[in-house]
Structure formats: structure tokens, C-alpha cells
């Protein structure tokens, strides 16, 4: 066994873990059946499958192909599947069926213990349209007391409407796909709260380079505090290409994320850590105008965007505890493009219905407004639920309006659906989104077990 330096982007096989003689890569279950891939190992293949805890599996069909479908089965209900060839076998894999939203880019269920070393949910979606025309997207594999340490990538040449497996990275958490000068990029931490690495592919995402460590972090959980990452806009600005990031952890006793900025010379290479600056990071200030009156935890995930003004700022999410009002802020921060050494600057509160989760917000070249997909809170009530995700529509990124509820599921428990973290694009006419998605039998709203594409045609009107 020899030692590996570099990013692994092949399946992760660690030492006694059962990963099975075939690598089955990605899995879709729909309402009656369920399609899932796997890597070549051979010319033919048998597929068996049974009802979970069933005594025997039963042979489904064979085929000569690296996917199947197996039909005709019972909706929501757990079953479980395997493929084999004439020496080798898959791990045992396990999915429920049920009717989805959007298209599925991949499914993991909350029980399967394929990817036990990282976590057992999908999060941190992720995606470019690549220069070629074609799209990649990513995401996590978490789990809170997991390891946290594997992103998963996948293609589509069709414009979402069917995806394959690419690649995948370990170590890697939070990851954020951008490109640069054509050329494919991610940004992640190792782990939770772990280093800040930057790696890079020359091949258009089928394999990467070994990663640059940016920043030294730690293990946030335990303790300590590190490197706080999500996928957000990649932001170029008078002749410097931004990143928002944060320092801090959940777990810290004295609970804060600091707001930071990273920031590099557009004509420099990313792969060279000195070439890239952080901005001091700044804690919150429950003294600062415009924040509640009451208990707030804070600021996370900012996304960038420059303002109407022509100023780059930083709009945060903001972890309000109780008080007044007890939802419905978000906290604008000023980039200062002069000193990117310098901590960003405070200025203060702007009203949105969405501060209980990660969102992003892009300005819409053809007409100036802004706009950003987010979970929709509607009342004090609900104000923890993610089943309403909604777009907004801004003339001047201050005052936001709805513009449309996109998936509506507030007749569903709350405690177990969600949709979150969207990752979105506006292209021509439509925007396209890729959506952190917790259904049919999720473990909870938040540990979702989707990642849904979805397209807005003609969002203008």
C-alpha cells in the first residue's frame, strides 16, 4: 500500500472498509422503481434486490450496462440492492422510494452506511456551467459527528436533465466549484473547521491536482475553532477575484463565526497561497445599530455581491436566538477593496425572510435588480422550518419582494422536509438552481438526502 499526497478523486477505499468489488456511484429512486450506476468492472452484470429485511434477495434482471432500473415496486418503502459480476460484488445498498422534486443529481438514504467515513447526508450544493457547455456539480457527504471529509461530483451534458458520476474528493468538506481563466477549481476545508485548501483540474473535472493548503484550521467540534466555508458567489472586483469565508466554530464555548473575505489578484495563480489575502476577521457585536433586541448568535455564510453604489458588500445570514423582531434580518458588511488585509466594515441590518439559512444573492446583468432563492420564513411559528423556498426580487438590494414561491410544502411536517442552501445562476432567460433537498423519509429537514436540480424558466416574467 503505498502513501498518497495529492487529493484523492478516485472512490475512497480505506483500509477494511467493506466498499464492495463494485462501486455503485449513484443512486435515483422514483415513485415505483429505482435507477442506480456503478464503475466498470466487467461486460455483464446480475442486479438482486429485496424488501429491506426481507429473508432473500430476488434477481431483478441483468444487463450488459454500467446502470439499471429496477420496477415495479412499492412506493415509499425502504428496499434494498446489489450488483454482481462473475467475481465481484457491490456493497449492499439501500433507498426508498418516493416521488422527488426537480431531477435528482444523487441520493444518498439516511441509513446507508456506503460513505460511514464521511457522514450519511448530502449537503453544500455546488455547480458551474462549464466553458464546454456542460455542468458540474458537487456536494458533501456530512454527518455532525461524522467524518466530514468527502465531496461528491457529477456531470451533466444534457443542461440538467440527466447527470453521471465524475469524480470525487477526499479530503474535502464545503467544497465550492468555481472556474478561472477556463480552467475548473475547488475550494473546501479538509473537514469541519478543518484546513482551507484550493485545488485544481485540468481535465474539466475528472480529476484534480494536489491541494494548496490556504489557511490552517482545526477541528471546530471539539472545542477549537478554524475555517468556516460554504459554497457562495465567486466575486471579481476592480481587478480581484473575492471568496467570503468565516472563522469560528459552532462548538466553541464562546460560540461565534467571525466575518472574513479572501481575496487574490485576478492575474495571480490561486494555486500559490501567498498570493492570497484574508481580511482580519470580526466578530459580532450585539451593541451594533440595527441588530435585535434580545439573544443573537451572530453572522455565517455571507454571500458577495456589489451594490447599486458600485461598493462590494457582504450580506450574512443571522442566527437570531430570541428577541425583536425573532426572524426576518440579515447583516450587510462593507469589503474594503483598498486593504484587503482590513476587517469588513459593519453597516447594518436589512429586512429579509430568510436569515435562518444559507442563501445567495446575484445581480441580473439585463436589468440591475437583484435577486436570491431562499428558505422562505412566514411566521414566528415557523420560523426553523425550511419547507418554503421562495424567490425574491430587489431594485436595490435593500428591500426585497416575492417575487414567487418556488416549492411549497408547508402542508408537510416540517421537522422532516426541507429545501435549503440553494446554489443558483442566472442564464438568459432562466435561472437554474441546485437544491439541498430533505424528503420522503429524510432523517431531518436539515440532513437532507437529495440534491435536486431545478430550472426557472423565464424568471424576468
Not at 453544500?124 to 461530483?153: A, C, E, T, W
Not at 440579515?330 to 439559512?357: C, R, T, W
Request: charged share 25%.
Amino acid at each position: 500500500m503505498q502513501g498518497i499526497s495529492s487529493w484523492s478523486h478516485a472512490p475512497y477505499k480505506p483500509p477494511l472498509f467493506d466498499v464492495g468489488g463494485i462501486y455503485i456511484c449513484r443512486v435515483v429512486p422514483f415513485k415505483t422503481s429505482i435507477h442506480f450506476e456503478w464503475l466498470k468492472t466487467a461486460d455483464e452484470y446480475k442486479i438482486y434486490y429485496r424488501l429491506r429485511d426481507e429473508k432473500d434477495f430476488v434477481l431483478a434482471g441483468s444487463t450488459d450496462r454500467e446502470e439499471f432500473d429496477i420496477v415495479g415496486l412499492t412506493p415509499d418503502v425502504d428496499w434494498e440492492f446489489y450488483v454482481t459480476d462473475s467475481n465481484k460484488k457491490s456493497r449492499v445498498r439501500l433507498a426508498r422510494t418516493g416521488e422527488s422534486v426537480g431531477t435528482v443529481v444523487n441520493y444518498l438514504h439516511p441509513e446507508d452506511r456506503a460513505y460511514s467515513y464521511s457522514g450519511s447526508y448530502l449537503a453544500s450544493p455546488s455547480f458551474i456551467r462549464h466553458p464546454d457547455g456542460y455542468l458540474l456539480s458537487s456536494m458533501d457527504v456530512f454527518k455532525g459527528d461524522g467524518g466530514q471529509n468527502l465531496n461528491l461530483i457529477f456531470r451533466s451534458d444534457d443542461d440538467g436533465r440527466t447527470w453521471r458520476y465524475q469524480c470525487e474528493l477526499m479530503p474535502s468538506f464545503w467544497g465550492k466549484l468555481f472556474l478561472h481563466k477556463g480552467e475548473v477549481y475547488m475550494i473546501s476545508t479538509s473537514t469541519e473547521y478543518g484546513d482551507l485548501l484550493i485545488g485544481k483540474s485540468t481535465d474539466g473535472g475528472r480529476s484534480f491536482c494536489t491541494p494548496t493548503v490556504l489557511l490552517r484550521g482545526s477541528n471546530g467540534r471539539k472545542g477549537g475553532v478554524g475555517v468556516h466555508k460554504n459554497p457562495q458567489n465567486t466575486v471579481y472586483y476592480k481587478g480581484r477575484m473575492y471568496h467570503t469565508l468565516e472563522w469560528g466554530s459552532w462548538g466553541n464555548s464562546s460560540y461565534y463565526h467571525a466575518a472574513m473575505v479572501m481575496s487574490i489578484d485576478e492575474n495571480l495563480d490561486p494555486m500559490v497561497a501567498e498570493n492570497w489575502h484574508f481580511s482580519e476577521p470580526l466578530k459580532y457585536d450585539p451593541s451594533w445599530e440595527g441588530t435585535v433586541d434580545g439573544v443573537a448568535l451572530g453572522t455565517i455564510e455571507g454571500t458577495l455581491c456589489v451594490t447599486p453604489s458600485g461598493e462590494l458588500h457582504n450580506v450574512m445570514r443571522y442566527n437570531i436566538v430570541s428577541g425583536d423582531p425573532i426572524y426576518g434580518l440579515v447583516l450587510d458588511y462593507k469589503v474594503d477593496h483598498l486593504d484587503p488585509d482590513a476587517p469588513l466594515e459593519y453597516l447594518g441590518s436589512i429586512k429579509l425572510d430568510g436569515n435562518n439559512s444559507k442563501f445567495m444573492i446575484k445581480r441580473d446583468e439585463a436589468t440591475g435588480k437583484y435577486y436570491t432563492i431562499i428558505s422562505r420564513i412566514d411566521s414566528a411559528q415557523n420560523r426553523k422550518a425550511r419547507n418554503l423556498l421562495s424567490l425574491m426580487e430587489s431594485d436595490d438590494m435593500y428591500n426585497w419582494r416575492l417575487k414567487r414561491d418556488l416549492i411549497d410544502r408547508r402542508d408537510a411536517d416540517k421537522r422532516h422536509v426541507g429545501f435549503q442552501y440553494v446554489c443558483f445562476e442566472i442564464e438568459g432567460d432562466d435561472i437554474i438552481y441546485l437544491c439541498r433537498t430533505a424528503i420522503n423519509g429524510a432523517n431531518n429537514f436539515h440532513d437532507s438526502n437529495y440534491q435536486t436540480f431545478h430550472r426557472i424558466k423565464g424568471f424576468r416574467a
